[in-house]
């Protein structure tokens, strides 16, 4: 299983990728931050590049923001770069980011603090207490309208499949199947961002 699309080598060695489905991206600040606002996708884009540097410049308290960035390698920071917010500039972060040793979401969430931002798969975030999902055009990951999202595929060698393997994919792509995942990761996610909402409001 990955989260990405394959690459024109890994294609050309026989693999092929099965979609399964798409799960939302959390945008995460720690619990202490004092920013309890909403921020938009192309505000999102400036911070991950540098050019939104301040809370302040986001209707919060003045305070630099100090973004956590993944590794090159992660599947979730490669999905940012199929969106056309980051293709109209160079795919990078600003002199305000701090870019965690290893893919690591506990290192990356250890690094929050009170100025922090980071980003992480949604169906993650009940596993560390320490962040807490930002919302985004007003919403939160269980709703359909929240924008970012990474596919997950299933990858497997078509030059010589095992039973085994076609019968697997062959049941996780049965809408039945497709239907009772959705529903419990949407189910998680809603209990989650009944805390941000509750947060959001104290």
């Known amino acids: 299983a990955i989260g990405r699309p394959l690459s024109a080598e890994e294609k050309a060695q026989g693999l092929r990728a099965v979609a399964l489905k798409r799960h939302k991206i959390a945008i995460l600040v720690g619990a202490d931050n004092p920013f309890k606002g909403s921020i938009n996708i192309n505000q999102f884009a400036k911070i991950f590049r540098g050019e939104i540097t301040d809370w302040s410049e986001l209707g919060g308290a003045p305070a630099p923001i100090k973004v956590i ?11 940012f770069q199929n969106y056309p917010i980051f ?5 990078q972060t600003g002199t305000n980011a701090l870019k965690v040793s290893k893919d690591d979401i506990k290192e990356a969430i250890d690094q929050l603090g009170k100025d922090g931002i980071t980003y ?22 269980e709703d359909p309208k929240y924008p970012f999202s990474q596919a ?14 076609k019968a697997f994919l062959g049941y996780s792509t049965q ?28």
């Open 120 to 141: 992480v798969l949604a169906n993650r975030v009940a596993e560390f207490p320490g962040a807490r999902i930002l919302r985004m055009h007003q919403t939160t990951p």
């Open 152 to 165: 997950l595929y299933y990858v497997y060698n078509s030059n010589k499949p095992s039973d085994a393997a």
């Open 175 to 202: 809408p039945d199947t497709q239907q009772a995942l959705n529903s419990q990761l949407l189910t998680g996610i809603a209990a989650l961002a009944g805390n941000v909402v509750a947060n959001s409001i104290a």
């Open 69 to 79: 960035d993944q590794p090159d390698t992660n599947e979730t920071r490669q999905a």
């Open 87 to 91: 293709k109209s500039s160079p795919f």
